[in-house]
């Protein structure tokens, strides 16, 4: 059901083909990133910047959904800019903003303001600004390209569906499923499902809804995507998978939201990932375990495997995608850094899962 505006996109996004990887001779690079989402490619662009020669695997191909909220914090969307510079334009400046949550529950609406408002980017979109970023920065980017194992050490030898590369670091930021890491255990006795898809909605309001049900809970908000103008709305959900399988299945758990998706007729195929894990993570804790902070280290750095280790699950307000974005370096200029206040009174434990590890924010200690 996508359709995508103006040109093929992927002509862009596969700057590099799979078979130009292919050869007796690999070139050796200063940091290899495995992974193009948000986190990889923001790590990726950083070190670019800073000098380093940086190669950008990515196992998918662009522009692509990925069950996601959708929403950008206030907080990061100067530095989504600096991130992007010239490559994407028109992207923020047309992006939505939302200036209003509202939570549903028990027959009941609580509202309340989003001072300053965030940002309703479709990953459709955010994903491939952030790679044709990296393309400009000069950062040799694969698409469709699997990285099967790594080898060796000073340099890595990476082995690939299309050849070996070789690189002095690594930052592994192909995310929680990846084919690089032993999959995490999962309770057997509870699941949870991510789904998500784009609606046409006759007419709705700048705010992220949060419908709570027994089981899980589902997050509207509009979106529209880079050109287009149609009403869009993203519906992401987060449910047990005794409760619900599907997303007309998550409407239908709550009165409000199931009067209202009436009205939608479907834009896109729905998206899902599975199983969620959970724990007592918060959320904002995943910005210790990104890997941007590794490129800071360079060309001292040998090794440095970073990933979505957090058991929290992708929210639908967003938080993680900001976190992915305020895990770059630049991020320690910032003076309002929550991330460093909560973790000060564990800076004195070596042991500690996070506070040790959050370099990317300890110039604001």
Known sequence: MEKLEGRDRSDVARSHSPASAENENPETFDLAVIGGGPAGTSA???????????????????PRQRVCGEFISAESLALLAGLLESTAPTLLDEALRIPKARLFFDGHIVSAQVDPPGA???????????????????????????????????????????????????????????????????????KWLGLKGHFLEPSSQLSVDLYFFEGGYCGVQPVELSGSQEGRVNACAMVRADVAHSLPEVFGRHPQLSARANQWRPLTEPVSTSPLILSWIPSWATASLWPCAAARSLPDASRHFSDRRCRSPKPACGTVRSTEINSCPSFKTRQNCGVCSSFRARSENPSATCCRQVQSCRGCW
């Open 44 to 62: 990726a662009i950083t070190a670019a910047r800073a000098g380093t020669r940086v190669l950008l695997l990515e196992r998918g191909r662009f």
């Open 120 to 190: 309703s980017i479709a990953r459709w979109d955010l994903d491939f600004a952030l790679w044709r970023a990296a393309d400009h920065d000069g950062i040799t980017t694969f698409s469709e390209i699997t990285v099967e194992n790594i080898a060796g050490a000073d340099p890595f030898c990476l082995r690939t569906s299309h050849g070996e590369f070789h690189a002095r670091a690594v930052i592994n930021a192909s995310g929680r499923w990846s084919n690089l890491r032993s999959r995490a255990r999962v309770d057997s006795t509870t």
